[in-house]
């Protein structure tokens, strides 16, 4: 292969990543009117509604210690630290969905069209590679093995940015979910720092003096100035019931913003405009890929 063979290619793998990315904006308004209108979103979450029950309470706890972390993390890293970035990527992010899950699989194969096997389902074609294979210059390098399709299957770490771009929509939904039990303990006990955990304990403790007071022997007025004073422990039982009811509450409310933040983000284009921008993120890596691996290959093979 000579010099202006090797230009040759290396502008046909330009023009297959433009033709590619092209097409993957071209899915994204039908992708977004089929997936996030209010009748598919709450089809699919009714689907695993049971698996997810246990996420929410648990993610809404996570949600601002994890959102502070990468925050406080970010600032070392913008001033040099790199082992910074490594630390802020394995920082996890709460526990995924199935939703999230399936909306993770639906942008790879509906809108990438790249490979995602889950569930045992049948992993999809690589839609970027077939433009390769179709390509008139590119295509015949790939027939012949001069160029490893292997490597061109590892061209970029698209499943981690897709897991990225969903988990971002996550932490928008838990920490909602968060700053609403933030508020309920600042609305009934006006305390803006309790948690699921402290209001459970306050909404406990607050039935047990109703009820001692209540039984009082001088009557329930005098009862209940006494045991403010006085306040009694509830039992540990009266904590777990009185806590379990914040939860479910605090389940419900993220079940609640997350069946109607798709639908009102789709109604002012949030869907589209972040998915483009996984899109960018998508090319931005690809093009760097094949700078680091594909045209260094093509030049030994003009050597």
């Known amino acids: 292969m000579n010099d202006q063979q090797t230009a040759t290619v290396i502008l046909g793998l330009d023009e297959c990543l433009e033709q590619y990315i092209a097409e993957c904006r071209s899915r994204v308004d039908g992708f977004v009117q089929r997936h996030f209108s209010l009748q598919e979103t709450i089809a699919l979450q009714k689907q695993s509604l049971v698996s997810d029950l246990l996420c929410h309470p648990v993610n809404a706890l996570w949600a601002i210690p994890s959102l502070f972390l990468n925050k406080l993390i970010e600032i070392p890293v913008k001033l040099g630290w790199r082992s910074g970035a490594d630390l802020i990527t394995i920082l996890p992010t709460g526990l995924k969905t199935h939703y999230q899950k399936e909306i993770e699989r639906l942008i790879a194969t509906e809108l990438l069209e790249w490979p995602c096997t889950m ?4 992993a999809s074609p690589n839609g970027f590679l077939e433009r390769l294979e179709h ?40 920490t909602t979910a968060t700053v609403l039990t933030l508020a309920t303990g600042w609305l009934f006990f006006a305390d803006h720092s309790l948690g699921i955990l402290g209001i459970g304990d306050q909404i406990a403790r607050n039935r047990a003096r109703d009820k001692a007071a209540s039984t009082f022997m001088f009557g329930a007025s005098l009862g209940s100035a006494f045991y403010s004073a006085f306040p009694p422990k509830p039992s540990f039982w009266q904590v777990v019931g ?48 094949l700078r680091k691996h594909l045209r260094p290959a093509l030049r030994q093979l003009a050597a």
């Open 119 to 122: 569930d045992d389902r049948r």
């Open 135 to 174: 390509h008139k210059q590119v295509g015949p390098l790939l027939a012949s093995g001069a160029l490893s399709d292997n490597a061109l299957r590892e061209l970029s770490d698209i499943p981690h940015l897709i897991a990225a771009h969903s988990a971002s929509r996550a932490l928008v939904l838990d």
């Open 242 to 289: 009185a806590t379990l009811t914040v939860g479910l509450f605090v389940t419900a409310m993220s079940l609640l913003v997350g069946m109607l933040s798709d639908p009102c983000l789709k109604r002012v284009g949030f869907q589209h405009t972040q998915l483009n921008v996984l899109i960018d993120a998508i090319e931005d890596c690809l093009h760097r890929q």
